[in-house]
């Protein structure tokens, strides 16, 4: 629990970062690394709550009271192990999760609550500079061969246990790299490469074989996975964005955001862009969307020296404290500014985009929009509708548009439509909760693919209990965690 009185003595302190005006000159991590003695006092600040709400917050259970203990003792090596029990990436949680178990952090009913995720990437970073993370193999192989179709945070995690049980495991991934949105969708200033790349090559180092360039459906038959592997896990994601229809859509100049992060990321990789480029330079910027994606456009835009960067959101704007609707420990929809609205963005709520108005040669040159009022539920806080203002339609001069309003259902087309797998009514894999099993028995699926777009420590947690379900499948029972154990002792 820390320090018994940490939480009176103590306040919530972060990291600190490089000022907007020298970190938009680069694309690296800008966040600093606490110092020893006030990570000694943040994990200090863990109370003895009685009932830690902060574990049940976290989607895979981290058992975090203790780990936190384990920080405040100086005892590395016990930290991690706590951690590693029920998350296989820590790597990637601490730097690009929104942190739900610090809104069910019982000192955030009345103070700032611990800082889980600070100190989550500081053990898994101190526990690679350390030596403690190493590969290990499995000694004893089962003779099972299962295929990972995707290589985003729930395929990794899947491939990463299923190994641990002892099965063989070949990864698929459609693009040259693996990391899915790791890779190619978050940009390097908020998960550096070389993060993800130290993982994959451990889990390589552990037996797990990547092939790439490899698009089930496409260049890789189907018909092979079903004969070679005794079980499939689809961990595709969901990667058809939300667009809007609306005239003038054809306009040069519109494109989805994901299409846009991908690129740099692939600048910033060295790898080459293979399609039109998209560059923000000296251009007017409107983001469609106000989450992470709508928000990781700014940086990226600001970086490429954009003119201006604008971000609308059709919703309105959120508060910033909690409200009647949101208890805690709930997860609370409160107004967000990240590094990347530090770094220069205007940012403008309830607001419903009309058209895309093009000059004479097809190019974008400006947006028409409009303000909209919201019929909130006043029992439950939810918004009902929305109905234009009379008179407030604009026109924003741009020359590109960012569409940034999340995704709808994983790509049919390809490997689902020919495994002939079923979908739920959202357009999402098919698979029971809690069993992850489709209706072809030895095809399970796991993360976005099956829950839609969601965080990436739902990601995680789901790959880890597909697996478990799979080996179950394979084996009549199963000695991988489950997350509801304390799988740490």
Not at 61 to 72: L, S, T
Not at 309 to 321: D, G
Not at 455 to 474: F, N, P, Q
Request: charged share 25%; hydrophobic share 35%; glycine share 10%.
């Amino acid at each position: 629990m820390g320090k018994v009185t940490g939480f009176f003595e103590y306040e919530r302190v972060s990291p600190s970062k490089q000022v907007p005006q020298e970190r938009l000159n680069h694309y690296n991590e800008f966040v600093s690394l606490l110092p020893s003695d006030e990570l000694n006092r943040q994990s200090g600040r863990c109370m003895d709550c009685g009932v830690p709400f902060c574990q049940s917050g976290c989607p895979l259970g981290n058992v975090i009271p203790e780990f936190n203990d384990a920080v405040y003792q100086g005892k590395w090596l016990q930290a991690a192990e706590i951690l590693l029990s029920t998350n296989n990436f820590p790597e990637f949680t601490g730097r690009i999760c929104p942190a739900p178990c610090e809104s069910a952090c019982v000192l955030g009913i009345n103070k700032s609550p611990v800082s889980i995720e600070e100190i989550e990437k500081h053990i898994i970073e101190i526990a690679f500079e350390k030596g403690y993370i190493k590969a290990n193999e499995p000694l004893i192989r089962t003779g099972k061969k299962v295929a990972v179709v995707g290589s985003g945070p729930a395929g990794l995690a899947a491939a990463a246990q299923l190994n641990k049980a002892g099965h063989e495991v070949v990864v698929y991934e459609r693009d040259d790299v693996a990391g899915g949105l790791l890779r190619y969708g978050i940009p390097d200033f908020k998960l550096q490469k070389d993060v993800v790349e130290r993982r994959i090559k451990l889990m390589e180092e552990e037996g797990i074989t990547f092939q790439y360039n490899a698009n089930v459906g496409e260049n890789v038959e189907i018909s092979t996975l079903l004969r070679d592997y005794q079980a499939i896990v689809l961990a595709g994601g969901s990667t058809i964005p939300r667009d809007l229809n609306l005239p003038g859509r054809e306009a040069k100049g519109v494109h989805f955001a994901m299409d846009f992060l991908k690129q740099q990321n692939k600048r910033v990789g060295g790898r080459k862009v293979e399609t039109e480029e998209i560059l923000a330079t000296g251009k007017n910027v409107i983001v469609i969307g106000g989450g992470d994606t709508g928000s990781d456009c700014i940086g990226t835009s600001n970086r490429h020296g954009a003119k201006s960067v604008t971000q609308f959101e059709i919703m309105p704007m959120p508060p910033q404290l909690r409200t009647a609707h949101m208890p805690w420990p709930s997860y609370p929809m409160l107004l967000k500014i990240t590094t990347s609205h530090e770094e220069g963005a205007q940012r403008a709520w309830s607001v419903n985009t009309k058209e895309f108005i093009k000059d004479e040669q097809g190019n974008l040159k400006a947006l028409k929009v409009v303000d909209v009022e919201w019929d909130i539920d006043a029992a439950t806080g939810r918004p009902l509708g929305f109905k234009e203002v009379p008179g407030t339609e604009k026109e924003y001069p741009c020359e590109l548009v960012l569409l940034a309003m999340g995704f709808l259902h994983p790509q049919k087309e390809g490997l689902i439509e020919k495994l002939g797998v079923e979908l739920d009514e959202r357009g999402n894999v098919k698979a029971v909760e809690g069993q992850y099993q489709t209706n072809i028995p030895k095809i399970f699926a796991a993360g976005d693919m099956r829950r839609g777009q969601s965080l990436v420590v739902w990601a995680i947690s789901e790959g880890r209990e597909t697996a478990r379900k799979v080996d179950e499948h394979l084996m009549g029972f199963s000695k991988l965690p489950s997350k509801d154990a304390v799988a740490y002792a």
